[in-house]
Structures are given as C-alpha cells and as structure tokens.
C-alpha cells in the first residue's frame, strides 16, 4: 500500500522540476508561443511519466514500453526541440502499438 502511494505521489516531487528547467512554465519573459510549447509539453511529460509509474496507459504496458515511458516522461523536462520531438516520437509509437495490441485482442475476443 505504501509503495503504491509513493508511486501515484512521485509525479508531485518530479513536477517542480518542470518549472526550474522551464521557466516559461510560470508565465514569464516569453511569447505567447512559448507558453503553449512549454504547457503542452509539460502535460504531455506529467501524463506520459505518471503511465510509466504506473504501468498503465491504454492497456497494461510491457517491461520496456514502462522504461521508456519513463525516459520519456523525464527527457520532456528539458527544453530543447530536438529532444522534444524524439521523445514525442518514442511516445507516439508506444501508443499506436498499444492501440495495435488492444485491437488485436478485442477482435480476437469478438471473433471467438
């Protein structure tokens, strides 16, 4: 019970750190633009590392898939738009094969 809680809370200890490597975060000293780059990419890293954490995203991940979810989930902290976009390509893949993989099971369920 505990550990679980430790995981489900890990994500508010993790958060603050978003702010310090993005200070556009808090609203300041930037372009609309960058706001909306910095929002969407702190959402996207605080959901993609609390389904790491939690082995779960659109079913039951797999060792790896949970690993990098985590990787990814802690590499959208930074700012840089190259690691970004590798990142976000990592992810999407994960979630079309999970998407892939829960298809498959259904119809495997509906066809028997």
Do not use: W
Not at 25 to 31: K, R, S, Y
């Amino acid at each position: 019970m505990a550990l679980e809680s430790v995981r489900l809370g890990l994500i508010g200890f993790i958060v603050p750190f978003f702010f310090i490597f993005n200070p556009t975060l808090l609203l300041i000293g930037g372009t609309v633009v960058e706001y909306i780059y910095a929002g969407v990419t702190a959402i996207i890293g605080g959901v993609v590392l609390a389904a790491g954490l939690k082995g779960y995203m659109i079913r039951r991940t797999f060792i790896i898939e949970r690993l990098l979810l985590l990787i990814a989930g802690i590499s959208l902290i930074d700012t840089k738009l190259v690691i970004n976009i590798l990142t976000l390509a990592i992810v999407c893949g994960i979630v079309i094969m999970q998407v892939l993989i829960k298809e498959k099971k259904v119809n495997e369920i509906a066809s028997s």
